[in-house]
Structures are given as structure tokens and as C-alpha cells.
């Protein structure tokens, strides 16, 4: 298939742009080819507007046999780290880049595979039209996947970890890691060190929300 091959997700995007027609047109899309190794789209979830948005990578194993973002390891460990610092989940609007699961088998397990750029621009409409609906005034980019969609280009995670920067998208935007890049370090050296350091960059969010 060629580079350009993929429609992306725009002409599957509903004329009513509310979070229900969004997300019952999520399940319909065929703006890359992902849709056709998932269980079923894993479309955002929160209240609509909300201050806060979360925007992560792509639903995981859990998610996408759940249809619900961030509820299975890498979920537990994002709403701990956000009842740590008291920012209450239930008020954030928790997304992905990418709507659908990518992965690959390895024996009986689908391990998790990163979504291409090309992925990424096809499913990004999605996350302009809710956007529109959550309204939030800033948004939080866990991981550079979610970094790459809310800049509209490639980034370095190092170039942006840690500062508000306007985004392409429109509201300021924030970018930390991804709770699943922590879960790998768990154990391991420098985990406490950067578990912290997530939870500092946590605070800085919910200081901005209260300014
Ligand atoms: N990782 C993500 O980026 N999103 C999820 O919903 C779950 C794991
Ligand atoms: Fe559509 Fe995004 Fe799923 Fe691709 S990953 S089919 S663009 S919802």
C-alpha cells in the first residue's frame, strides 16, 4: 500500500459534533487500517467540557477488550499517580492519539506495537473533534506518541518534557511521559527516581489548573 493509501479518520467524522454521535461514528471508521486487527474502537471518555485532558498513545490489551481508555496496568498506575497529586479522574477527559490497538502475537499474548505517523495523522480528526467538545484549557500529552498528534510533527519528548508549549491543535499543552514507559521501569534502576518525577510533573499540571 502506498505512504499516502490511508483516507484518515475526517470523512468518517458525524455532522453532530457531541460526544455521543462522535463516538458511535468512531466505531464505523475505517481512516487507517488498525480497525481491522481490534477488538472495537476505544474512544475517549470524561466529562464533556472538562479543564483537563489526558491524551496517551493507543488503547492496550485491556482497552481494547474493555472499549474504555487507561483501565487496565498502565490506567491503574495513571489514576494513582493523579489521586496522589488530587486531580480527581473523574473530572478529566481521558483520550488517546490512536483509537484503535495495535499489536502483534507473541505465542498467546498481543504485545502492544507503536502506532506509525502515518496512524497517527489518520486518527488525529478524532482528536480535534473532541477537542471541540471538551474545551479543555490544557491538555496533557503522555508520551511522545500523543506529543507527535497534539504538535501536528515528530518531537523529542526531552525538547518538550516538563514545559506548557502551545499546541497545534489549539490549547496549551503540557507533555510528560507515559505511565507504560514507567510500568516497564518498575524494579529496575532509576524507577523511584522517575515514578517521582512524574508525580512532580503531576503537581505542576494541577498548580496551573488551580492559578
Ligand atoms: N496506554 C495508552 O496509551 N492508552 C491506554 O488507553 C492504555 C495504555
Ligand atoms: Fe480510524 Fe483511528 Fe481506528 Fe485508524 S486508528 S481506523 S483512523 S479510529
Same mark, same amino acid.
Given at each position: 500500500?502506498?505512504?499516502?493509501?490511508?483516507?484518515?479518520?475526517? =470523512?468518517?467524522?458525524?455532522?453532530?459534533? @457531541?460526544?455521543?454521535?462522535?463516538?458511535?461514528?468512531?466505531?464505523?471508521?475505517?481512516?487507517?487500517?488498525?480497525?481491522?486487527?481490534?477488538?472495537? $474502537?476505544?474512544?475517549?471518555?470524561?466529562?464533556?467540557?472538562?479543564?483537563?485532558?489526558?491524551?496517551?498513545?493507543?488503547?492496550?490489551?485491556?482497552?481494547?477488550?474493555?472499549?474504555?481508555?487507561?483501565?487496565?496496568?498502565?490506567? =491503574?498506575?495513571?489514576?494513582?499517580?493523579?489521586?496522589?497529586?488530587?486531580? @480527581?479522574?473523574?473530572?478529566?477527559?481521558?483520550?488517546?492519539?490512536?483509537?484503535?490497538?495495535? %499489536?502483534?502475537?507473541?505465542?498467546?499474548?498481543?504485545?502492544?506495537?507503536?502506532?506509525?505517523?502515518?496512524?497517527?495523522?489518520?486518527?488525529?480528526? %478524532?482528536?480535534?473533534?473532541?477537542? =471541540?467538545?471538551?474545551?479543555?484549557?490544557?491538555?496533557?500529552?503522555?508520551?511522545?506518541?500523543?506529543?507527535?498528534?497534539?504538535?501536528?510533527?515528530? $518531537?523529542?519528548?526531552?525538547?518538550?518534557?516538563?514545559?506548557?508549549?502551545?499546541?497545534?491543535?489549539?490549547?496549551?499543552?503540557? $507533555?510528560?511521559?507515559?505511565?507504560?514507559?514507567?510500568?516497564?521501569?518498575?524494579?529496575? @534502576?532509576?524507577?523511584?527516581?522517575?515514578?517521582?518525577?512524574?508525580?512532580? =510533573?503531576?503537581?505542576?499540571?494541577?498548580?496551573?489548573?488551580?492559578?
Amino acid at each position: 500500500m502506498a505512504a499516502e493509501a490511508y483516507p484518515g479518520a475526517q =470523512e468518517f467524522l458525524p455532522r453532530q459534533r @457531541d460526544p455521543t454521535h462522535l463516538r458511535r461514528a468512531a466505531a464505523q471508521c475505517r481512516g487507517c487500517d488498525l480497525y481491522r486487527s481490534a477488538t472495537q $474502537v476505544v474512544f475517549g471518555n470524561g466529562p464533556t467540557p472538562a479543564e483537563l485532558m489526558l491524551v496517551g498513545e493507543q488503547p492496550g490489551d485491556s482497552e481494547d477488550r474493555e472499549g474504555e481508555p487507561f483501565v487496565g496496568p498502565a490506567g =491503574e498506575l495513571l489514576s494513582q499517580a493523579l489521586e496522589n497529586v488530587g486531580i @480527581d479522574r473523574e473530572q478529566v477527559y481521558v483520550t488517546n492519539a490512536v483509537k484503535h490497538f495495535k %499489536w502483534e502475537a507473541r505465542g498467546k499474548r498481543r504485545i502492544h506495537k507503536k502506532p506509525s505517523l502515518r496512524e497517527v495523522r489518520a486518527c488525529t480528526p %478524532w482528536l480535534s473533534a473532541e477537542l =471541540e467538545v471538551v474545551q479543555p484549557r490544557l491538555l496533557v500529552c503522555l508520551g511522545v506518541t500523543a506529543a507527535t498528534a497534539v504538535f501536528g510533527k515528530t $518531537v523529542r519528548l526531552k525538547d518538550y518534557r516538563g514545559l506548557f508549549t502551545r499546541s497545534a491543535l489549539g490549547p496549551l499543552a503540557f $507533555v510528560t511521559t507515559h505511565p507504560s514507559a514507567l510500568l516497564r521501569m518498575r524494579g529496575r @534502576d532509576g524507577w523511584e527516581q522517575e515514578h517521582r518525577r512524574f508525580l512532580t =510533573e503531576l503537581k505542576t499540571v494541577k498548580a496551573k489548573l488551580t492559578a
